[in-house]
DNA sequence: CTGAAAGCGCTTACAG
DNA sequence: CTGAAAGCGCTTACAG
């Protein structure tokens, strides 16, 4: 209440732990900060009997440096910063956003990076997350989900020299990017279904400007047309319950003698809720593309299209790191496969 | 290809853009970079025409101090750390952690604040995941999920003089947390079931070395003995598939009419599958810890208990932050009410 | 009201 | 093989 610390001579207990620091260690060593920093970072021109003994002095002491200072002197954090979309679609309390998180996480941990997370501050405000993070210069790179980038938000990213790479493809931003093959997946589903007796195939999709959405629709078309097929219905959302059950019923009221939800679980989820609704919950030919556990649960079932998410994360990060390290990787965007869940 | 970037003589375009830094926004305004800095963080000594100046120039610049800078300078990063478990049990991917870092996130932006996500390298090993950050001083303060946090690893956090506050009371470790009244949710979902005519409720919970599983616990006995029913069936498991299974049909075997899924959402859909397997699902009452919207097809419906994760992460981030600034928030715990979800 | 100087904890040429 | 010095970009007493 009273500044009380401010008041006193000198700091309270600093005196007694008197922090641990590349100078006290070069102290207690007998050497200069120089000779230990060259340690610490590995550097080959430091005599064996040195080392060891500065070695030993920084285990037994458990010091780390200082990763602010350290910072300051290379220009590099060792931190990772990942954007991810807001309401409508995908947040990560959704399946899809938490286990790229989580994964992106581990692999950045792996490779001794450490994970920023950035949330825009509103739906489609990109820029809020980045700006003042980026200029502040607390992370090397950024990982960013692809949907939630606009053609605009580009020029000051590149513009600040900061590395970035995408998640999911983005036609109006050729950058660097991971994704997966969201047009083989689709095919994949579409024709599963066909081979299942179903001859009316509908697509229940998320916003058709986002372009993994319209590479799915793509996918389902080919699937179709490769079968002589006419093309089914289609419906699109943009996330909230009211769109998808209506997409539903469109789908349904367009005599579709199936639908291939292709807009994530837990559209999913809602769908099948609807069509129970609506009594039409048996014979409809179903799939999705993005599984959850929670389908398991689900008769008949359900088959769906999973991603490779672990994959995904690392090429990310290994991408990502490369950039920062200055090399060009090649190619710049790299497609990983997807597969099929059958659930028998 | 050949190294192009590196070949050349000087930094490519370092030279163009000039870093911006304090010591050039001195230069522009034609002052010392000590009055930008107290510009900059708001300190009344400056004259208005001064400020003025500085103000507008840092505006148009875009300029904004690097991070690291600052915090080697001052001691404080702007960042908050977060730790969460790993399985089995919840983790990033789960429902509820995935929610509670992501509200963490946003109130902390609220705040001025970064997230950086720490993952524990295997399972039950909190240290690795704080150890290095700790030192290294990446953060000004650690959130950790309680049920990752031993006895033994508070003491190097305590030393190192990290402020830090536990999601989840734990009762081995004494500390500042917030959590919430997991008793009184737990007594009330039991007494609506009994409420519901159920007589021999039984209860699946989490691993019962978890405080809140305990409490839990103590709130279904409590409303069993207020209303003289005899004690129910109890079954516990640690987050498989195969543990929540058997301890269901455990339940079912002692005779329970109704299954309290104390261990959260996930455990539910388990729960439901494997009733169904076994020709159970009818007249059997359910109750659920924690809420999930894929609930909202289960029928007949399952009610939960659900906890406010805004207001759970909200306080985190604010007795945090006041740890961190040095005042002794009272009181010490924080808990939060739980409410019913009835689903009609 | 303003600025010169020292310092935060590290790294990096450079000289010896 | 080792160390003294300068520098990274900021802030904070302190003097004027």
Same mark, same amino acid.
């Given at each position: ?19 641990? %620091? ?12 120089? %000779?230990? !920093?060259?340690? +610490?970072?590995?550097?080959?021109? =430091? ?13 037994? &002491? ?18 990772? /910063? ?21 994964? =992106? ?5 792996? @490779? ?33 989900? !692809?949907?939630?980038?606009?053609? *605009? ?21 050729? *950058?660097?990017? =991971? ?20 001859? @009316?195939?509908?697509?229940? %999709? /998320? ?7 319209? $590479? @799915? ?21 943009? /996330? ?14 367009? /005599? ?20 129970? $609704? ?7 030919? &179903? ?27 690392? !090429?990310?990060?290994?991408?990502? &790191?490369? +950039? ?11 497609? &990983? ?8």
């Amino acid at each position: 209440m009273e500044g009380v610390r401010g008041e006193e001579a000198g700091p309270p207990e600093v005196s007694t732990i008197s922090k641990l %620091t590349i100078r006290r260690i070069a102290e207690l060593a007998g050497v200069a900060k120089s %000779t230990v !920093s060259k340690v +610490l970072n590995n550097q080959p021109d =430091v005599g064996p009997e040195t080392r060891k003994r500065i070695l030993e002095l920084v285990e037994s &002491l458990d010091y780390v440096p200082d990763a602010s200072a350290r910072a300051v002197a290379t220009g590099r954090t060792g931190t990772l /910063g990942i954007i991810i979309p807001r309401k409508p679609g995908p947040v990560i309390q959704g399946q899809y956003w938490s286990s790229v998180v989580g994964e =992106v996480a581990m692999f950045a941990a792996r @490779r001794n990076h450490d994970l920023l997370i950035l949330t825009p501050r509103s739906e489609g405000e990109v820029v809020s997350a980045y700006r003042t993070v980026l200029r502040t210069r607390k992370v090397d790179g950024l990982i960013i989900g !692809s949907e939630v980038l606009h053609e *605009h938000d580009v020029d000051p990213l590149l513009q600040a020299g900061i590395p970035f790479v995408l998640i999911g493809e983005n036609p109006w931003v050729p *950058h660097y990017a =991971v994704t997966t093959d969201n047009r083989g997946g689709a095919r994949a589903m579409t024709s599963l279904l066909i081979e299942r007796g179903y001859r @009316r195939i509908g697509i229940l %999709t /998320g916003a058709t400007d986002f372009p993994y959405v319209r $590479e @799915r629709i793509e996918g389902w078309k080919e699937a179709l047309a490769a079968s002589g097929l006419p093309e089914g219905p289609i419906a699109s959302e943009r /996330g909230t319950e009211e769109e998808i059950c209506a997409g539903v019923e469109s789908l349904l009221k367009a /005599g579709a003698d199936a639908v291939f939800v292709a807009a994530g679980a837990e559209a999913m989820i809602t769908t099948l809720a609807r069509m129970r $609704e609506l009594g039409k919950s048996d014979g409809v030919g &179903l799939g999705v593309f993005d599984d959850d556990p929670v389908l398991d649960l689900i008769t008949p079932s359900v088959p769906a299209v999973v991603q490779p998410l672990a994959n995904l994360a690392d !090429s990310a990060v290994s991408l990502l &790191l490369q +950039l920062i390290e200055g090399t060009t990787p090649e190619p710049m965007v790299v497609t &990983l496969p997807t597969s099929l869940k059958l659930r028998s």
